[in-house]
């Protein structure tokens, strides 16, 4: 009897994916990319995207509000059909809720789960509602659609393309820990009230991430097409490992070039991380990951939304940062790995 | 703070469906229906359903085998697709699994989900694979595709229209009935050694259901179109109330109709319940139950995959059954409910 923990969340979904090789349907990509994509004819694709969400696994009641909990469940879906430059107009959603749970508690869910539906113009096309022996499981399922030439999977990267990632890095990390740290503060002392005045940002970033549908806009007004694309969920250092794989590539990151917010910092500091670890592996922020090609320099150098962090190289085996104190150092793939219990 | 059981899960779905009326896309039906319809061009749609199990709930590992309930979590969301007339091409899989759980364990899951996708020729499209606190939860989203005109909907059977169900009814019942008895026997005496060879038949309704695409092929080759169609998930009762209620329309069903395997029956007897009952308020059938124009008679009267149970009356109030001792009585939508504790 082997332990999961021997294979990792990696290990697992490669272990699925060889035993599902061979497809009955005209299928264009199936596991391994952000989410899987079949042609609908007149050139057009879907794109199918699931994320499953488990309480005290992927969020604590204790500090995550129901309302931006629903909303998160519904962005982190979406982010998943950004990352394939395509559209997303619609979700299902099933959840499983022991009876503590309130008619109020699920009214407050599916409000939030309705204001991301708003915001990102996509329609609840059904679900499942169900108990569960203990605690709450949200899992949905999100769909999109393109043009099949502008979809763009993780394997397009070439030699010399920029790569740039959208907004900044490891704020989404930064206010779980100090969500965390406050929690065990009112553990030891309920009188305490939490203070988060001076972390609004990075725990918003936490409890309420937004996919950058703004992104893929931005970069079709630009007439701009990314040869390669992810969503960080993970962290910087895992997606990039993800790309650079699946594109047969090499990188090298740039540690100044990686943006961090100012809270982000302040909170590194007060935990004795280094910021370029908690740029690399804060996961959570959401935001997108994009290799272009050099030629595209001039056309997106002035975004504020974006910024190029580094560039793609042709060795495979290298994937490296640049670090301030000019010495380069090899960017392990550490991501969350739920199975081993690591975070960050 | 209100209890979820003051609402039940019917209750909750109607409260879900009113905060989500408005739709941002062109979609033909969202939820309310087996599955959601939305436009794709060429005359064609697509449809999606998502059905989530959970363990200690929807299952009891003591004795489902991990291979049968991967086949039966896709099974169960295959039937809604061909429940909307449609053909099922692909599903995202995603589950949450305590530390107990092996690499073999989950291996011989997605042996069951492998054996469904190849015997319904669907593939499987993407998924997420995480730790849970507890247990095991399974959730499938599947995905058809029709020309619009060929999609059967509840609301469409019409006054007159035959009522039809395939195969046998309760039979997945009895089946849960004879593995639950057998469980009870074993907690109280460990060495005794379970003999289910005399209810083969209703233990594999149980544990393996097939979900109905050959009634889908057959009304085709038929040149037959029902007016109205579900699966029977939650017992004959419980799915006659939703068309009847979706159409405007009553029902008027003939007990001596109701087709019941022998071992039903038999299992029927040792519980000593009623075999109307059991027929009509069974679930986890997975069959089809559709309504078809009265000129159409002939053409299907013959048929031995499905029967002719009844006939749609004009009052909507109206939903009977003609017993076998003469006597009408109203038919009562029971239906699972796992918010309120009760089955069958």
Known sequence: MTPISTLGEFGLIERIKNKFKTTHNQVIKGIGDDAAVVPIGNGLVQVYTTDLL???????????PLRHLGYKAVAVNL????????????????????NRFTVEAIDELYEGIKLACERYHVDLLGGDTTSSRQGLVISVTAFGQA????IVYRSGAQ????????GDAGAAYAGLLVLEREKNSFVNNPELQPDLSDYDYVVARQLKPEPRGDIIQELREMGVRPSAMIDVSDGIASELHHICHQSKVGALIYANKLNLDYQTLKVAEEFQIGATTFALNGGEDYELMFTLPLKDYDKVKSSGNFHIIGKITPDEKQIQILLDTGGIADVE????????????
């Not at 998943?80 to 979700?91: K, L, Q, R, Y």
């Open 79 to 98: 982010s998943d059909i950004f990352a394939m430059n395509a559209v997303p107009f619609g979700i299902t959603v099933s959840i499983a809720f022991s």
């Open 333 to 344: 793939a550490q991501g969350w790995d739920h199975f081993r219990g690591e975070n960050g």
């Open 54 to 64: 488990a309480e005290g696994v992927h969020f604590d009641l204790s500090y995550a």
């Open 147 to 150: 043009k099949e030439e502008e």
């Open 159 to 166: 030699p010399n393309d920029l790569i740039c990632v959208s």
